[in-house]
């Protein structure tokens, strides 16, 4: 496996978003350079799906459109039909203790210098444990963990 992308990043292919169009130019230089889709694992499933259906509930956070329910259907039906389709994403088992035994070697090593969040040092675990060599976030703080895990971060985030 070439490349993982966390939630972040994959939320801002399917919603519009500050950094969706740069998302949509990442996506497509991925396409281009590798013929294997990102991995979708279980955790992507339950954080993307809570993620558009909290939009629902929030009604959108500050400086994002507002989200309703028929919006939100929409999402999770292209999500499945990309899931299938396969084209840039597609289901993928975890080895979750792999994932959790990489994720806590990070939080160990990183966790009381920097405070990084178990959802970003979980989904840096995976990326490790499925051998990816480039990480996709928008998220500052999944960004600097993955640099310092030696992962090739796109977009380079300061």
Not at 13 to 35: E, G, M, N, W
Not at 65 to 91: G, K, Q, Y
Not at 106 to 126: A, C, I, M, Q
């Amino acid at each position: 496996m070439n490349a993982y992308a966390d939630t972040n990043f994959l939320l801002g292919l399917y919603l519009p978003r500050v950094h969706s169009p740069a998302a949509q130019r990442l996506l497509a230089d991925f396409l281009r350079r590798h013929d294997d889709p990102l991995p979708f694992t279980p955790l992507h499933r339950l954080e993307f799906r809570n993620a558009i259906r909290l939009g629902v509930f929030r009604q959108a956070e500050p400086g994002e459109p507002p989200m309703d329910r028929a919006v939100a259907r929409r999402v999770l039906t292209e999500n499945e039909a990309d899931l299938s389709a396969r084209v840039f994403i597609e289901h993928t088992p975890a080895d979750w203790t792999e994932a959790l035994r990489q994720a806590e070697v990070l939080s160990k090593s990183h966790t009381e210098e920097k405070g990084f969040r178990s959802l970003d040092l979980l989904h840096v675990g995976l990326a490790l444990s499925f051998g990816a060599r480039e990480f996709y976030t928008f998220d500052r703080g999944a960004s600097q963990l993955a640099k310092l895990a030696g992962l090739t971060v796109r977009p380079a985030l300061r």
